[in-house]
């Protein structure tokens, strides 16, 4: 894996919507939230959990959520689609502010948007996993 500062011209439009997708917050958590992505100019939230795991990122993006995933787990994510990053840095900057415990994040690219959320989430936590030991990690598909 690679990491290369995302500028907001060299932002790809891998789907036209402009969304958060939000992955299993509570209802205090998402009320904070919701005021946070608004104040930054988020206004189209996906609200998901553990139950969506199954379906792929393109189906969530198309409201084509299916809760057939027997697969329970709790990581918080924050998956943001076709948000400049300039706003996904006020966003995440935010949480900070209101004392939100910095969830997983990633933006949607070609590839994490034929991945099912599962994939994604575990992705996600390997990689948090190796950058809190100075290791890279590849990704599994």
Known sequence: MTFKKIN??????IHD????IL???NNKELTAIKTVSSFVGIKDRI??????GNT????ILDGNISEDNDEA????AVIFNNIPNNRVMAFLDSLK??????????????????WSLNTLIYN??????????GKTVNHDK
Not at 47 to 52: G, Y
Not at 56 to 59: A, H, M, P, S
Not at 124 to 133: D, F, V
Request: glycine share 0%; aromatic share 4%.
């Open 8 to 13: 907001d011209n060299e932002q790809q439009n």
């Open 17 to 20: 919507r402009n969304c958060v």
């Open 23 to 25: 992955v299993n917050f």
């Open 47 to 52: 609200i998901v959990n553990s139950k969506s």
């Open 56 to 59: 792929k990122i393109k189906d």
């Open 73 to 76: 787990w709790s990581e918080k």
């Open 97 to 114: 502010k209101m004392k939100i415990r910095r969830p997983l994040s990633a933006m949607v690219t070609d590839v994490s948007i034929d």
């Open 124 to 133: 996600l936590k390997e990689e948090r996993k190796a950058l809190s030991k």
